[in-house]
């Protein structure tokens, strides 16, 4: 039972795989929409981050969804959940 409450409260990002060099490691860029207080316009800010993918399936390009786990190496502290869509060749 308390497993999965504790799921629930993980963090999911969407994102784009922008390299894959890595292995068992992508690396995810996010990008996020911020409205300016000031000037009201919307302003667009991205992150990466480093994920696991156990597989090693994802490539450049694919549309995945990054969930936050425990630290499996010093800069992975997400893994790949599931791909959205994978990359066009």
């Known amino acids: 039972m308390e497993n999965q409450e504790t799921r629930a409260k993980r963090k999911v990002l969407s994102g784009v795989v922008v390299s ?23 302003l667009k800010r991205a992150a990466k981050f480093h994920a696991h993918d156990e597989a090693n ?19 992975t502290k997400w893994r790949i959940s599931k791909i959205v869509e994978k990359a066009r060749a």
Request: proline share 2%.
């Open 20 to 42: 894959d060099k890595m292995d068992k490691t992508r690396t995810v860029k996010v990008e996020r929409l911020v409205h300016d207080e000031r000037y009201g316009k919307t």
């Open 57 to 75: 399936e994802t490539k450049i390009g694919d549309k995945v969804e990054i969930m936050s786990t425990r630290p499996v190496s010093k800069t």
